[in-house]
T-cell receptor, first 110, second 117 residues
């Protein structure tokens, strides 16, 4: 079945440093979504990417969908303590359901 | 609050007992999902409804698990004869879908924590 992997598992950065997490799928995806989950909270939708090679920006966050639609990345510029949490990608093949990756846990040291 | 609501938020039960969780999705959403999440892991898909029809069920879902959405609105997830391995957060989510490629945003509830002792 479809598998979604993320690296790194953990990332500790100093406030102001950049952060990137990578997501890879074992199958070609129709679309991919990114979520953020704060400690003790529930996943909150960030963005959806649909087109091959698509790049979307949300303030300090940049999301990219690979040309082959099998990988994606999330880059945060100049991290802040409010960025702390676990970032999940969730990929959908041509079925109905999203398969979540294991997440990248980000901690930001002030 | 017009988000996805789940009840109860926390449940402690003895092994072997049955438990039921309820989910009220966002009112106009026709799709409803159940996921399970354990500490340090991503949400794991359990089952999915479009209106009242249960369209897909994970192979990981044993016969002890059953979900219903009788009127296409709220849903229940029942776990029979609970085991310690069932301890997890059970997340409900909903979305508005217009078709197989619509890929609409999934909105998650706060989750129901289950501890089996």
């Amino acid at each position: 079945g479809q598998q979604v992997m993320q690296i790194p598992q953990y990332q500790h950065v100093q406030e102001g440093e950049d952060f990137t997490t990578y997501c890879n799928s074992s199958t070609t995806l129709s679309n991919i979504q990114w979520y953020k989950q704060r400690p003790g909270g529930h996943p909150v939708f960030l963005i959806q990417l649909v087109k091959s090679g698509e790049v979307k920006k949300q303030k300090r966050l940049t999301f990219q969908f690979g040309e082959a639609k099998k990988n994606s990345s999330l880059h945060i510029t100049a991290t802040q303590t409010t960025d702390v949490g676990t970032y999940f990608c969730a990929g959908r093949d041509y079925g109905q359901n999203f398969v979540f990756g294991p997440g990248t846990r980000l901690s930001v040291l002030p | 609050d017009t988000g996805v609501s789940q009840d109860p938020r926390h449940k402690i039960t003895k092994r072997g007992q049955n438990v039921t969780f309820r989910c009220d999705p966002i009112s106009e959403h026709n799709r409803l999902y159940w996921y399970r999440q354990t500490l340090g892991q991503g949400p794991e898909f359990l089952t999915y409804f479009q209106n009242e029809a249960q369209l897909e069920k994970s192979r990981l879902l044993s016969d002890r698990f059953s979900a219903e959405r009788p009127k296409g609105s709220f849903s229940t997830l029942e776990i029979q004869r609970t085991e310690q391995g069932d301890s997890a957060m059970y997340l409900c989510a909903s979305s508005l879908g217009a078709g197989i490629y619509s890929g609409n945003t999934i909105y998650f509830g706060e989750g129901s924590w289950l501890t089996v002792v």
